[in-house]
Nanobody
Framework: QVQLVGFWGGLGQPGGSLTLSCAAS????????MKWYRQAPGKVRELVAE????????NYANFVKGRFTISRDNAKNTVYLQMNSLKPEDTAVYYC????????WGKGTLVTVSS
């Protein structure tokens, strides 16, 4: 049974940093690319960042490029999202995702950026 559990959302200040993590289980983690999405209130879910299975390649949405970094530790079955230079518009629920025959989603972790 695939499980994705997100940790360490919370309140961040504009210009500050937060790091999200997502612990995976129930599948061979090192075989699959992983993604982070986010969904702000009243908006559609959007792709934030993705990383390939061996952490050799990453891609970012333009709105986080240069500020966010996705990484993974295949020994710990965990994917991370380091978020720097936070903006109020980064406020959203963040979800980790793995696509196999279907999409699996973590429960989501709320990030609020406010002074």
């Amino acid at each position: 049974q695939v499980q994705l559990v997100g940790f360490w959302g919370g309140l961040g200040q504009p210009g500050g940093s937060l790091t999200l993590s997502c612990a995976a289980s129930g599948f061979i983690f090192r075989w699959y690319p992983m993604k982070w999405y986010r969904q702000a209130p009243g908006k559609v879910r959007e792709l934030v960042a993705e990383i390939d299975s061996a952490a050799r390649s990453t891609n970012y949405a333009n709105f986080v490029k240069g500020r966010f970094t996705i990484s993974r530790d295949n020994a710990k079955n965990t994917v991370y999202l380091q978020m720097n230079s936070l903006k109020p518009e980064d406020t959203a629920v963040y979800y980790c995702n793995v696509r196999q025959s279907i999409d699996y989603w973590g429960k989501g972790t709320l990030v609020t950026v406010s002074s």
